[in-house]
């Protein structure tokens, strides 16, 4: 029987670009399904699937808001401004001793499609948080 250890949801990082940016709390929408159509030809009775083109989810990063590091709000301006710039983004996964690295997401053509800050209220404490949503065109596992 394998050795298996699940790997611990807080166990992971976000590079920018190749730029570590420790503070992530939650990255959302790794996911993606591809088209399925029928292939009826030949002899076969049976259609068979065939998967076609792959379509990439949203990807949300969150994270505690610092005013002092403006890289999310500067990259969401690119979309304000008419000229969005294209990012690389990895998400990269560490064993259950969070040092070692087990696996990475990398995502290629990153644009932002969204961002976002937590509601203010004196009323209430806590940390402000932000996140950036995108899409992208391409993605691998390394």
Same mark, same amino acid.
């Given at each position: @029987?394998a $050795?298996?250890?699940?790997t611990m949801?807080t166990?992971?990082?976000? /590079?920018? $670009?190749?730029?570590?940016?420790?503070?992530? !709390?939650? =990255?959302? %929408?790794? %996911?993606?399904t591809a088209?399925?159509?029928?292939?009826?030809?030949?002899?076969? *009775?049976?259609? #068979?699937?065939?998967? %076609?083109?792959?379509?990439? /989810?949203?990807v949300?990063?969150? *994270?505690?808001?610092?005013?002092?590091?403006?890289?999310? *709000?500067?990259?969401?301006q690119?979309? /304000? #401004?008419?000229?969005?710039? *294209?990012?690389?983004?990895? =998400?990269v996964?560490f064993?259950?001793?969070? =040092? $070692?690295?087990i696996? #990475? #997401?990398?995502?290629? /053509?990153? =644009?932002?499609?969204?961002? $976002? @800050? !937590?509601?203010?209220?004196?009323?209430?404490?806590g940390?402000?948080?932000?996140?950036?949503?995108?899409?992208?065109?391409?993605?691998?596992?390394?």
């Amino acid at each position: @029987m394998a $050795d298996y250890t699940p790997t611990m949801k807080t166990n992971f990082k976000v /590079e920018i $670009d190749g730029i570590d940016y420790g503070n992530f !709390s939650s =990255v959302s %929408g790794l %996911g993606a399904t591809a088209e399925v159509t029928d292939d009826i030809g030949g002899i076969d *009775r049976n259609a #068979r699937k065939i998967p %076609g083109k792959v379509k990439y /989810e949203v990807v949300t990063l969150s *994270r505690n808001c610092d005013p002092k590091d403006t890289i999310l *709000r500067d990259w969401w301006q690119t979309v /304000e #401004r008419g000229t969005p710039q *294209r990012k690389a983004i990895s =998400v990269v996964l560490f064993d259950r001793n969070g =040092v $070692d690295e087990i696996a #990475r #997401r990398n995502l290629f /053509e990153c =644009v932002p499609c969204g961002w $976002d @800050m !937590s509601d203010l209220n004196s009323a209430e404490t806590g940390s402000i948080t932000e996140s950036i949503s995108f899409v992208y065109e391409d993605g691998d596992w390394a």
